[in-house]
């Protein structure tokens, strides 16, 4: 079995820097053998990858993509803060989906991040999961993803 990175180099992955905190947070924190990222959004170079509701402006096909973004910044704040290599698998996933009224699909945005994961981790990148519908989100993104995984023992 490959390793986390090894898996991002197959994949033709390249974790993006972590986004800068826009508050008084930080990105990630260790609490024992678990790792909570904050709520992360598709921020790339810095800059938010698309702006608007789902189901209104963003289709649920690019809002899923744009979780992929998210759940690839989350594990660059693990990875800077304990290393990719340490994680032995992602417990849980919480999605908020910015969606117009009516818009019913959010858990097939926050497979995006789901999928993306169980690339990464194979069987342990399985994980719980809550995909929850949101008037708004930070900056105007139509998605924000955060995540817990545990380490592996030393």
């Known amino acids: 079995m490959s390793t986390p990175s090894q898996r991002l180099a197959e994949l033709g992955i390249t974790l993006p820097s972590v986004p800068a905190p826009a508050g008084s947070y930080i990105p990630a924190r260790r609490s024992g053998s678990l790792v909570f990222t904050a709520g992360q959004v598709p921020l790339v170079d810095g800059k938010p990858a698309a702006l608007g509701k789902v189901g209104a402006e963003i289709s649920t096909d690019e809002a899923a993509g744009l979780a992929r973004i998210c759940a690839l910044n989350a594990l660059a704040a693990v990875d800077a803060l304990v290393g990719i290599d340490a994680v032995a698998g992602v417990v849980k996933v919480v999605g908020f989906v910015a969606s117009a009224p009516g818009f019913v699909e959010q858990p097939k945005v926050i497979n995006g991040a789901s999928d993306v994961l169980a690339d990464v981790f194979g069987e342990a990148g399985k994980h719980a999961r ?11 993104v139509p998605v924000e993803v955060e995540l817990v995984v545990e380490l592996a023992e030393p």
């Open 130 to 140: 809550s995909a929850v519908g949101v008037a708004e989100l930070p900056l105007g």
